[in-house]
């Protein structure tokens, strides 16, 4: 039976004058999500950890080598896919500026990603608002 491998996902973030910001990059493939704005990762291939695999996938696609990542959570969809999603801050800017918009753009524009990550996209503004309350 064919097993879909699992996949690992990094959501860089910074903040802007308060302001959350996250990164995407615009999707170039030959399959219905071309042209989505999704974020940086890929399968987690045999003998591979899903940090390893988010790690390795990140440097293909972006040249930045991740050096500190936290898992916000894993998430199994209906299809068999299980999706790894981690953060990492990205104080430095070291991800292009232009990749960058506020978390309000991506909830107010959810045609530009692909379905899996509006789920995600309501982990994080969770995750973000409970991290601003213990901060208070």
């Given at each position: 039976?064919?097993?879909i491998?699992?996949?690992?996902?990094l959501?860089?973030?910074?903040?802007n004058?308060e302001?959350l910001?996250l990164?995407?990059q615009?999707?170039?493939?030959s399959?219905?999500?071309?042209?989505l704005?999704?974020?940086?990762?890929?399968?987690?291939?045999?003998g591979?950890s899903p940090l390893?695999?988010?790690?390795r996938e990140v440097?293909?696609e972006?040249?930045?080598s991740v050096?500190?990542?936290?898992l916000?959570?894993?998430f199994?969809?209906?299809?068999?896919?299980v999706?790894?999603?981690y953060?990492?801050?990205?104080?430095?800017?070291e991800?292009?500026?232009?990749?960058y918009?506020s978390?309000?753009?991506?909830q107010e524009?959810?045609?530009?990603?692909?379905?899996?990550?509006?789920?995600?996209?309501?982990?994080?503004?969770?995750y973000?608002r409970a991290?601003?309350?213990?901060?208070k």
């Amino acid at each position: 039976m064919f097993q879909i491998k699992p996949i690992s996902i990094l959501v860089p973030y910074k903040f802007n004058d308060e302001k959350l910001q996250l990164w995407t990059q615009k999707r170039s493939s030959s399959d219905e999500l071309s042209g989505l704005l999704e974020f940086p990762g890929g399968k987690v291939e045999v003998g591979e950890s899903p940090l390893q695999a988010l790690k390795r996938e990140v440097l293909e696609e972006t040249t930045i080598s991740v050096q500190h990542a936290v898992l916000l959570k894993s998430f199994e969809f209906a299809s068999g896919l299980v999706l790894f999603v981690y953060l990492a801050e990205d104080p430095h800017s070291e991800f292009k500026e232009a990749g960058y918009n506020s978390i309000e753009f991506y909830q107010e524009n959810l045609e530009k990603i692909p379905p899996n990550n509006k789920e995600i996209l309501n982990q994080i503004s969770t995750y973000f608002r409970a991290f601003r309350l213990m901060c208070k």
